[in-house]
């Protein structure tokens, strides 16, 4: 680890996954940057990439850092890099901002946002949709929760890494509205893979049935973007663990429980795609093979022959 005082970044990085690693590539040109990773290895690989400093623990931070964006797998992984004696809070100085970029439960969310404030931390959660893809052009479109001055000081840190940014609403808003859009992504995924077994089965090929709903009016980003590029190719390799696109949809449905809110269909949605989770042979499959799923119980398989 570098002692160096005068060109000590100010930001640092954690969680550097499918995501968090071009994420970071993106942000640190903009502003230079600790990265920190649980595997000591990434975070070695990512800073030679990216012309960032590995942090060898988040036990003792160096001093200076005055934001830190997380992209961790869930909201408990984030409690615990947080809380605690060694948690991030403690260790921060007042002023400090932290934007958890991951998608997290609003509650949770909540809780750390009204911690960090007794300790005068600003907090933001700002996750994101668009995939690896987006990741890596920096087009990421970004959800964003918070009060109106955390998020105007993370502002400038968001933009360095999106293509749109929605203010979503107070603390919270921003991790919901999340896991309401993979939700309806998800049902968007699996009622096209339905689609497509019928259209089959009347002889229309799958890439011409994608071509027509990309032109009609039932596209989607699943239409437009992974059936063409992860699905009709039979790769299923989009960078979004199946795992990852459950969770969010049972944060979904909790809000969806709690509000007494009638939603049957997306509800069979999130049924469906525990079915499929449980009948996946691989260990970590992508959320694309939801529609390999959909091809399974339908006894064909949804391939171009292009
Ligand atoms: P990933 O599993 O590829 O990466 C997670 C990274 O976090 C890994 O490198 C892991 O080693 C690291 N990590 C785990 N525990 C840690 C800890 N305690 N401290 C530091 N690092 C730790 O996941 P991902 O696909 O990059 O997703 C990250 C977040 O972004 C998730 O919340 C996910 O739901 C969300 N997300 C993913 C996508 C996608 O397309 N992959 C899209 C939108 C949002």
């Not at 930001?11 to 000591?40: C, E, H, K, T």
């Not at 012309?51 to 623990?57: S, V």
């Not at 790769?235 to 696109?245: R, Y």
Request: charge should be negative.
């Amino acid at each position: 680890m570098s002692t160096r005082s005068a060109a000590q970044p100010k930001s640092l990085f954690i969680g550097l996954g499918n995501m968090g690693r071009p994420m970071a590539a993106q942000y640190a040109p903009a502003f230079p940057s600790w990265v920190f990773d649980i595997d000591a290895s990434v975070a070695d690989d990512v800073a030679e990439e990216t012309g960032t400093l590995a942090l060898p623990h988040l036990s003792a931070l160096p001093a200076g850092i005055e934001t830190v964006i997380l992209m961790l797998p869930n909201s408990q992984i984030v409690e615990n890099t947080l809380r605690g004696e060694d948690g991030l809070f403690r260790q921060l100085g007042s002023g400090a901002l932290v934007i958890d970029m991951s998608s997290s439960q609003p509650d949770s969310t909540r809780a750390l946002a009204a911690e960090a404030s007794a300790c005068g931390i600003h907090y933001v959660d700002a996750p994101v949709s668009g995939g690896v893809l987006k990741a890596r052009t920096g087009e990421l479109s970004l959800m964003v929760g918070g009060s109106e001055d955390a998020v105007e000081a993370a502002m400038p840190h968001l933009e360095s890494m999106a293509g749109a940014i929605v203010k979503a609403g107070p603390s919270g808003a921003g991790h919901a509205a999340k896991a309401l859009n993979n939700l309806l992504s998800a049902t968007n995924l699996a009622a096209a893979a339905e689609i497509l077994c019928v259209a089959q089965a009347n002889g229309i090929e799958p890439e011409t049935m994608v071509d027509v709903i990309n032109s009609s009016t039932s596209r989607s980003q699943a239409s437009e973007v992974k059936y063409p590029r992860h699905i009709l190719t039979g790769t299923f390799d989009s960078g979004f663990a199946m795992d990852l696109m459950i969770k969010d949809m049972a944060i979904a449905m909790d809000l969806i429980r709690a509000n007494s809110i009638e939603a049957p269909l997306v509800s069979r949605t999130s049924e469906i795609a525990a079915e499929a989770r449980a009948s996946l042979d691989n260990e970590r499959p992508d959320h694309t093979e939801l529609a390999r799923y959909v091809e399974n119980v339908n006894h064909t398989t949804l391939r171009s022959s292009r």
